[in-house]
């Protein structure tokens, strides 16, 4: 939404409100005696826009709105709030499946791309959450990693040990998508 094709005396929002008209002068708050607020109380720190902001390198819908302290995207539904992510999946893939939470494959809290989200166990997702490597890399490490010597060219690319390679080879962690 354009804000300078919002009217003037209408709430700069864009939800077609009228504020009220200023009852004094505050160049401070920008308020002009005579002249209608720019928005209706509590309207100033909605969001306006796209909900998310697709990044064309990473494939990441990077969530525009509000988020949460722990950088995950939030929205309200019905007063109800919610992770965004979670959202997304569920509106385009039904609920999440009992017992499996949603691992971000991006690494990247404030994206919302279904397409970037996979059900896993609680223990699945906390080993990944605190793993240096992504996607590409456990298939990187996968497809290359032949011998002991390419086992430690991976652990010190990563800063882990070789037995952590071996992990991934193994299917102990990363579990096959």
């Not at 929002?13 to 002249?35: H, M, N, S």
């Not at 959202?87 to 609920?95: Q, R, S």
Request: proline letters at 6%; glycine letters at 10%; aromatic letters at 10%.
């Amino acid at each position: 939404m354009d804000l300078m094709s919002i009217e003037i005396g209408l709430c700069q929002c864009g939800c077609g409100g009228k504020p009220k008209i200023a009852d004094r002068t505050d160049f401070k708050r920008g308020y002009l005696k005579g002249v209608p607020y720019r928005y209706l109380q509590g309207h100033a720190t909605r969001p306006t826009g796209e909900p998310y902001i697709v990044d064309s390198v990473t494939g990441c819908w990077n969530w525009n709105f509000g988020i949460h302290g722990n950088g995950y995207g939030v929205i309200s539904i019905n007063f109800i709030q919610q992770y965004a992510h979670v959202y997304m999946w569920e509106k385009d893939n039904g609920p999440t499946p009992s017992g499996k939470e949603l691992d971000h494959k991006c690494k990247n809290r404030k994206c919302c791309n279904p397409d970037h989200l996979e059900p896993v166990t609680h223990a699945e997702n906390t080993r990944r959450g605190k793993s240096p490597f992504k996607w590409e890399d456990v298939n990187e490490i996968r497809s290359t990693c032949k011998t002991l010597a390419d086992r430690k060219i991976f652990a010190k690319k990563f800063s882990v040990t070789t037995h952590c390679i071996g992990s991934i080879l193994r299917g102990e962690r990363w579990s096959k998508p």
